[in-house]
């Protein structure tokens, strides 16, 4: 991460352009619409500085050494899962994955919480059901009145 902090007129600034999600003193969040645009932007040959500027963010507020790093980051992550790899998945995300190898005893827990969560769905759903059909038979019988 560089070491140079934005200004609170200069994160305002940056904030007022569409393909900027979020920023802070430190950091620039972009959408990931233009992170898509980006590549295929650089896949045709276009330096990362004028697609930057093209979009109407101005490199020499950003900097290029963040304008560098997000594009490396961003090539990396193309190439190792696709399209998909552009996505901003801070959110949907519960932490890191897991690297080792699990245990037949953790997979088989794992499972079985699987197996629990989706009985409970399928109750919940069973009940909504039948709330429904209740509702259905008294708005019908409401209706015959």
Not at 46 to 74: H, M, N, Q, T, Y
Request: with cysteine.
């Amino acid at each position: 991460m560089t070491k140079i902090y934005l200004t609170k007129r200069q994160q305002e600034q940056l904030k007022c352009n569409p393909n900027v999600q979020a920023v802070s003193e430190k950091a620039i969040t972009y959408t990931d619409e233009f992170k898509r645009h980006f590549i295929a932007e650089n896949e045709k040959g276009k330096l990362p500085r004028a697609i930057f500027e093209e979009a109407g963010l101005d490199v020499e507020l950003i900097g290029l050494e963040r304008v560098s790093s997000s594009a490396k980051r961003w090539r990396a992550a193309y190439r190792k899962v696709g399209i998909d790899g552009l996505q901003d998945t801070r959110k949907t995300n519960s932490g890191r994955p897991l690297e080792r190898e699990l245990s037949l005893e953790e997979k088989y827990a794992r499972l079985e919480a699987k197996t629990r969560l989706l009985e409970a769905e399928n109750e919940l759903l069973k009940k909504l059901d039948l709330l429904e059909r209740k509702m259905m038979k008294k708005k019908s019988q409401l209706k015959r009145k």
